[in-house]
């Protein structure tokens, strides 16, 4: 079973800054894709970022250049570096994993970019 643990949500001004972690059990980090997804009220949820293991990334139109996705293998942890944040951006953000045809979620910190 594995187990994912998001942090590092909050409240922040428009054009901020945020990093999201997500620590996972086991050493699933570096041989699995990974990724990051977020849903606002009212919205579907939708992808934001997934890293494979092969170090392939893939981004979410809206965040291309302003959010960039990594890992520390040592760490069993994935982060979201988040950017030039917008109001648009107010969500809760979910970390996701890929292992064996399986898919686990965390259950989510939720980011609010408002003035």
């Known amino acids: 079973q594995v187990q994912l643990v998001e942090s590092g949500g909050g409240l922040v001004q428009p054009g901020g800054s945020l990093r999201l972690s997500c620590a996972a059990s086991?050493?699933?980090?570096?041989?699995?894709?990974m990724g990051w997804y977020r849903q606002a009220p009212g919205k579907e949820r939708e992808l934001v970022a997934t890293l494979r293991y092969d170090g392939n990334t893939n981004y979410g139109d809206s965040v291309k250049d302003r959010f960039t996705i990594s890992r520390d293998n040592f760490k069993n942890t994935v982060y979201l570096q988040m950017n030039s944040l917008r109001p648009e951006d107010t969500a809760v953000y979910y970390c996701?994993?890929?292992?064996?045809?399986?898919?686990?979620w965390g259950k989510g910190t939720l980011v609010t970019v408002s003035s």
């Open positions: 086991g050493s699933i980090v570096s041989s699995r894709t």
């Open positions: 996701n994993a890929q292992s064996y045809g399986m898919s686990y």
